[in-house]
């Protein structure tokens, strides 16, 4: 298990907001009771739709992922490398992973976007959100499942009047990540205001950003090479990250890797040339010399992605306190891209007798008794396996709201959804047809043919040349290329009933109530190509799932105030709820929350929070297909080494994951700076029965030290010799985070400070100390804070200056860096170090047009001004990115539009 950075962002009561139209009307995620002035203890971000706006932020995604809460989340710039969900943004709240964070659109639940069940926010229409809440703590007792880092709760704008028409595009500096998008929103009421209906319809298109980039970052060529140097004591380093490191164990058109002939490159047309090598060489890499970084040259680095939504609302009053409400929506999302191009790192082996060596190799080979040589090959003109992922989500929800026993408030809601995902690899290389089409000879009657032909001449094997960029023919390719194909079916079904009111008053005020019922089931069918299910493909090869589950659960909260207006006590209020879930597959599992909020005067207040939390495995955890793969591993009984089938496959005894999460924080907002506000949060979450794999010889060991639950999933024969070592999910692993969260913000009118200014200005400041992230399988106990994967500092400080109709913003935003492996030791890696990346990012707004019932704004927003690149970070010498997602990678960016409201 891999853990991200971790931070969190503002820790904003949602009751100060200044979104909100009223106080008393707030209703605030961290807690099921929407009292007026009632502030749970829980520390929660709320953001605008102007916060959205300023940054120019083209989806929720972008925008919160500039939060110090969010890192390590699925962007489409992190998933350059991945055939599956490319393209997509799944967040990361806390850093923890993308499944303990909870998706919710005002207040329920989403229907999953992937078999994992996790949500890409892509399918909501940003430009109906009127506000976003996180919930920056445990929240399972308020929400269920998965709300383990928290929630983020997509608040949707249910009043609109009018039109509104919002068209923008941009580009970056180097002239790639072209994108622009439309969107439209219309509301209006009818029956004489007893109806209302919302819909809203937009489009965007990114191009993602090139492979072949002219940021000079890219062109320095990042890579990590093993030190042929380096022995134990002798000073070198064993590591070294170095500028222009290519591979040294393939070449575009074909290398010869080893023996006499060793560094003989073919061109095109059967020529030749010696290879020329460079420093540090190594087993796949070295520094300089001839040849290609695929991490630099042949990596784009975002995806482009392209994406719509409809969406449409109606509400209507039947009775003075009963409404009803129905909602539609579908979203669409699209990315195609070259993933990566066809390699054999030194693993071909060439016969002499192949007709389509050039003679003067053949050559060679004879007058040095060779009979074959290993070759290596890296081959962009054989394949480039072209991602294509289309996502097609639909929901229906309708439901009812109302008022009963006076003021008590209720509603009721079912749901249903469904999302169709395809995921297709063109060009992706068929194992065994390749290996067959290389081996080329002549038959009898000076043809070429394959090898195998020779005694199967029925089996339809195309000959291939491979010396010599360009050399493979069509009809080759077509042979020893196919398709992957993925097609999944995730749906689901839910319903919810909740009630809320203040059942009595006790002597410090009235005691809030809150309780509901939900039900949910989820269901998964996902289907897969004849080839993949054989694992024939050289990547991918995804297998079948089907399964589904149902959960029954019912919760109840409560406010009870216990002081007010008290020596040393203003007031104080206890905040606690408890949640019985039921699931099918894992029977019945307790989450609760108990918290206090103690306000010692007006201007200061504390708060505490204690829960348990937990996340539910699943579909693919628990159903995921039987997958066989062999491992060589040492039997701790026997004392012998052999191999062994090692297949995977899920495993439907697993249980909830439980985490049990502390926060505690002072606010402080002084009656003598009015719009000054200040907090500081400690956070502390420990996760236990983590889902997760191990490998085959730790389920040996593990067993043989006494994991009675492991060894059932050792066969051995009559002899007692392992056969078989099933690899499935098991509840094994734990995971820890700290750490402590600071924000500041104050605004004022400047006149507050020089009477003839006019104007209102506000800063604010936030930013997250990560104290520890610490992954724990049993044997390995790692903490990753302060590697530059999770780094200890993130921060942002923002200013905006509103004057009339122009509206101007500068945000400043830290990533910070760290080690790159706190692990290492003095002689591990020539540097340790990772820096950190200081971006600013700026806009304008100026309002055209404002009159009643018309608007019309212009805006321009430049992000990472500066320019400023990202630092090293390579994970392989020539293979993989050459430095990390969570930094800005574009470069500076420009962006401009217009939005129009009538």
Not at 207 to 225: A, C, F, M
Request: overall charge negative; aromatic content about 8%; proline content about 4%.
């Amino acid at each position: 298990m891999s853990a991200s950075a971790l931070a969190l962002g503002v820790a904003v009561e949602a009751a100060d907001a200044q979104t909100a139209e009223s106080v008393d009307e707030v209703v605030v995620t961290a807690s099921r009771i929407s009292r007026g002035g009632f502030e749970a203890p829980t520390p929660t971000t709320v953001s605008s739709r102007e916060d959205i706006q300023k940054t120019g932020a083209a989806n929720v995604a972008d925008y919160l992922n500039t939060l110090p809460a969010f890192s390590g989340g699925v962007t489409p710039q992190q998933s350059v490398r991945s055939t599956q969900n490319a393209g997509g943004n799944f967040l990361n709240l806390r850093g923890i992973g993308t499944n303990r964070t909870l998706i919710l659109v005002d207040g329920r639940r989403h229907v999953p976007t992937a078999a994992s069940g996790l949500i890409d926010t892509n399918v909501v229409p940003s430009s109906l959100v009127e506000r976003i809440e996180v919930v920056t703590g445990g929240a399972s007792a308020a929400w269920g499942s998965d709300a383990v880092a928290g929630v983020v709760n997509i608040i949707l704008k249910k009043d609109l009047e009018g039109i509104e028409l919002n068209l923008e595009g941009g580009q970056t500096k180097y002239k790639d990540g072209e994108n622009y998008k439309i969107s439209s929103a219309y509301g209006r009421s009818f029956a004489g205001g007893k109806g209302h209906i919302t819909a809203a319809l937009e489009y965007s298109n990114n191009e993602g950003l090139d492979t072949d980039s002219k940021r000079e970052w890219v062109q320095r060529r990042y890579g990590l090479v093993l030190n042929p140097l380096y022995a134990v004591g002798n000073g070198q380093d064993r590591l070294l990250i170095a500028d222009n490191v290519v591979l040294s164990t393939a070449a575009l058109g074909g290398l010869i890797t080893s023996g006499p002939l060793r560094g003989l490159q073919f061109l095109p047309n059967g020529q030749t040339r010696q290879y020329q090598y460079g420093t540090y060489v190594g087993t796949t890499a070295m520094v300089g010399g001839d040849g290609v970084n695929i991490g630099a040259e042949q990596t784009p680095l975002s995806t482009p992605l392209k994406q719509g939504s409809v969406y449409a609302r109606a509400t209507y009053d039947l009775a003075d306190n009963l409404q009803a409400f129905l909602e539609v929506s579908y979203a669409y999302s699209r990315t195609k891209f070259p993933l990566s191009a066809h390699r054999d790192l030194a693993a071909i082996t060439i016969r002499r007798d192949n007709p389509y060596l050039p003679a003067s190799v053949v050559a060679l080979m004879t007058a040095n008794n060779l009979q074959t040589f290993t070759m290596g090959r890296l081959s962009p003109d054989t394949g480039m396996n072209i991602t294509d992922n289309k996502n097609g989500t639909e929901r229906y929800i309708g439901g009812f709201t109302g008022k009963v026993f006076g003021d008590w408030t209720w509603n009721a809601h079912y749901e249903h959804g469904q999302t169709r995902y395809s995921n297709r690899v063109f060009e992706n290389r068929i194992n065994a047809n390749y290996t067959l089409a290389i081996d080329a000879v002549r038959n009898a009657a000076g043809q070429i043919v394959c090898r195998s032909t020779l005694t199967a001449p029925t089996n339809g094997c195309v000959p291939m040349n491979i010396f010599g960029e360009g050399s493979p023919s069509a009809e080759a390719l077509a042979y020893v290329r196919g398709t992957q194909v993925l097609l999944a079916h995730v749906k689901e079904d839910a319903a919810a009933a909740n009630i809320e009111g203040e059942p009595f008053e006790n002597w410090a005020g009235k005691v809030s109530l809150a309780a509901g019922i939900e039900w949910r089931r989820e269901a998964v069918d996902q289907e897969v190509d004849p080839l993949s299910l054989a694992s024939a493909f050289a990547i991918g090869n995804p297998k079948p799932l089907n399964g589904s589950f149902n959960v029954t659960e019912g919760y109840v909260e409560t406010v009870v105030p216990l002081l007010k207006d008290a020596p040393l006590a203003k007031s104080l209020d206890f905040n606690g709820a408890v949640r019985v879930t039921h699931y099918s597959t894992s029977g019945t599992v307790t989450s609760w929350k108990a918290g206090l909020t103690y306000d010692v005067t007006d201007d200061l207040r504390l708060r505490v929070t204690r829960s348990r939390d937990i996340r539910a495995p699943n579909i693919g955890e628990l159903y995921s297909s039987y997958v066989l793969t062999f491992s060589q591993v040492n039997d701790p009984v026997k004392g012998t080494n052999l191999r062994v089938g090692a297949p995977s496959q899920g495993n439907t005894d697993l249980v909830p994951e439980r985490a049990d999460t502390t926060t505690f924080g002072v606010v402080y907002q002084p009656g003598w700076a009015p719009g000054l506000r200040a907090s500081v949060d400690f956070y502390d979450i420990q996760v236990k029965d983590v889902i997760s794999t191990v490998s085959a010889q730790e389920i040996l060991n593990r067993c043989f030290a006494g994991n009675a639950d492991l060894c059932a999933f050792i066969e051995r024969d009559a002899a007692g010799v392992v056969q078989t070592v099933t690899r499935k999910q098991v509840n094994l692993a734990e995971l820890a985070t700290s750490g402590v969260d600071f924000e500041l913000s104050y605004a004022r009118d400047v006149s507050d400070f020089v009477p003839s200014w006019q104007g209102r200005a506000s800063l604010r400041v936030l930013a997250t100390y990560v104290r520890e992230m610490i992954t724990d399988d049993g044997i390995v106990r790692l903490d990753r804070a302060g590697d530059a994967t999770d780094p200890h500092w993130k921060g942002q400080v923002t200013g905006s200056y509103d004057y009339g109709r122009l509206s101007t913003y500068l945000q400043a935003q830290y990533i910070g860096g760290g080690a790159y492996d706190g692990t290492y030791g003095e002689f591990d890696i020539n540097d340790n170090s990772v820096p950190s990346q200081f971006l600013l990012h700026a806009s304008a707004a100026y309002t055209v047009l404002d009159e009643p019932g018309k608007r019309v704004q212009v805006f321009a927003t430049v992000r990472n001004l500066l320019d400023q690149k990202p630092p090293p970070y390579p994970t392989s010498g020539a293979l993989n990115a050459i430095t990390l997602t969570t930094f800005n990678l574009a470069g500076r960016e420009y962006k401009a539009g217009v939005r129009m409201k009538f």
